[in-house]
């Protein structure tokens, strides 16, 4: 499974583009690393995945240009020992 986090840039209107690029990034973060803690709980494997061609995703998941991915996961059975 891939989970891909996007941030919505339309949401914080009141923030400066600059604002928002800071948020984002922590934001995944924090949720890619509940995701990594579950994933140890349950004996799943799960990697962090910044380099996405973030283009043809963006296209394949029908994204407005305020929709920014800023992180993809994978998540899958560990290799078998
Ligand atoms: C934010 C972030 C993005 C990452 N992006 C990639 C990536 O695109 N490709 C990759 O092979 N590893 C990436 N890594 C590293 C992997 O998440 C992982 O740590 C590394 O592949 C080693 O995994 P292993 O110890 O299970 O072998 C990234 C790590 C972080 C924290």
């Given at each position: 499974?891939?989970?891909?986090?996007?941030?919505?840039?339309?949401?914080?209107?009141?923030?400066?583009?600059?604002?928002?690029?800071?948020?984002?990034?922590?934001?995944?973060?924090?949720?890619?690393?509940?995701?990594?803690?579950?994933c140890?709980?349950?004996g799943l494997a799960t990697?962090?995945?910044?380099?996405?061609?973030?283009?043809?995703?963006?296209?394949?998941?029908?994204?407005?240009?305020?929709?920014?991915?800023?992180?993809?996961?994978?998540?899958g059975y560990p290799a078998a020992h």
């Open positions: 499974m891939n989970l891909v986090y996007v941030a919505d840039l339309s949401r914080m209107d009141e923030a400066s583009a600059e604002e928002k690029a800071q948020y984002a990034g922590p934001d995944a973060g924090f949720i890619a690393q509940n995701v990594y803690l579950f140890a709980s349950e990697v962090a995945r910044g380099m996405v061609d973030r283009a043809a995703l963006a296209r394949l998941m029908r994204l407005s240009p305020q929709q920014s991915i800023i992180l993809a996961q994978s998540v």
